[in-house]
Each structure stands twice: as C-alpha cells, then as structure tokens.
C-alpha cells in the first residue's frame, strides 16, 4: 500500500460503500480527506513529501484554497519556514482578503488536497496572480483524474502530486452497486 493511502486509512478516511461523487458518477470507495486533515500528526505527514519537493524553490508563501487547503498550507508553510495563506471562495472564483499580506513578486506555492478536474487550481492561480504574486510551482495530495496517466500541468507548471489513484468509479446507468441495490450515499465535496 501507498504511504499516502495508509495516512487516509490510519485517519479512517477511506469509507467503502457507494457513493455519489461531485462528478455525477458512482463510486465503491470515498476518501474523506478532512478525517485526514482535522488530525495535525497525519497532516503533517501528509506534507512532508511536498515540502521536500519545493524546498529549493525559494518558495516565500504558501497558499490553499478553503476549507482543505487551509491545514495544508498552514502545514507546508510551517515545515518550509515560511508565510501562508488562504483563498476563499467568491462566487464560482478564489480571493485573497482579509488582512493577509501578499507583496508583488512573491514567490507563491499553491497547495490543494484532491485533483479532479484542476478548475479549482485555475481559480487559486487566478487568485495569487490578482495580488500580483508569481506561481512558481503548483502540489496537491491526490490526483484522481480519471483516464490519464500523464502529469497534469496548470499555464506551463506542472503540478506536482504525492499520490495518483483515479477512484474506481461508473455512470449510474452501469453502477454495479445500483443493480444490486445498494443505498447510494451522498457525501462531502462541493455544493
Ligand atoms: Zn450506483
């Protein structure tokens, strides 16, 4: 088993079942990160791989998006000796507020749990380069892409993840678990 993997099963965070994903497909397995995230020994763990990765990068802060990328770039950021921050949601977009210090030119890591599609990277770059900081490289725990094997990469930088899994996961319409009517449970992700 993957290190990452056994962090998610050690926090209980790998539910099996059957499960409505944000995608509109069913799945027999669900990792609820934030049973990962609200333990700081796991997530510090989990971070370690990606602090090792950027650590010459010269990387000044770290920025995630809410609610997961909260405790990762609070846990990166610490690991690397340096500042983070947190991007909140703004309709369908991210933004910086608050009193969060963010210099032009900063030299910006930007952190997410899972990958699916990279819409939400695309907001957080949009929200770091609105303040006028720089992107100089892009990390997230899981990529759950489904059907690729290839690194995906975000205007030119390639994101860097500590675990690729594509959840196993159909249609509704060639559910498995449909046909053998098992109660289908819908469960975290976005609204
Ligand atoms: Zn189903």
Redesign the pocket.
């Known amino acids: 088993m993957d290190r990452v993997e056994r962090i998610f099963r050690q926090g209980g965070a790998v539910l099996e079942g059957?499960f409505?994903l944000t995608s509109g497909r069913?799945s027999p397995v669900y990792w609820e990160k934030m049973r990962v995230l609200q333990q700081p020994r796991l997530t510090t763990r989990l971070c370690r791989p990606i602090t090792y990765h950027f650590r010459d990068q010269g990387v000044e802060v770290v920025v995630g998006p809410t609610l997961g990328g909260v405790p990762l770039a609070f846990e990166v950021a610490r690991q690397l000796g340096v500042r983070s921050a947190y991007a909140d949601r703004e309709g369908e977009e991210r933004t910086i507020r608050g009193g969060q210090l963010l210099a032009p030119g900063e030299k910006a890591l930007i952190i997410d749990d899972i990958l699916t599609t990279g819409g939400s990277l695309r907001h957080m770059v949009d929200a770091v380069e609105k303040v006028g900081a720089r992107v100089v490289g892009i990390a997230v725990i899981v990529d759950r892409r489904l059907g690729v094997d290839t690194q995906f990469t975000l205007g030119g930088t390639p994101v860097f993840a500590t675990h690729r899994s594509p959840a196993p996961s159909?249609p509704?319409e060639k559910?498995?678990?449909?046909?053998a009517s098992?109660p289908?449970e819908k469960l975290g992700g976005k609204k």
């Not at 559910?175 to 046909?179: D, N, Q, R, T």
């Open positions: 059957h409505l069913h159909y509704p559910c498995p678990l449909c046909k098992v289908l």
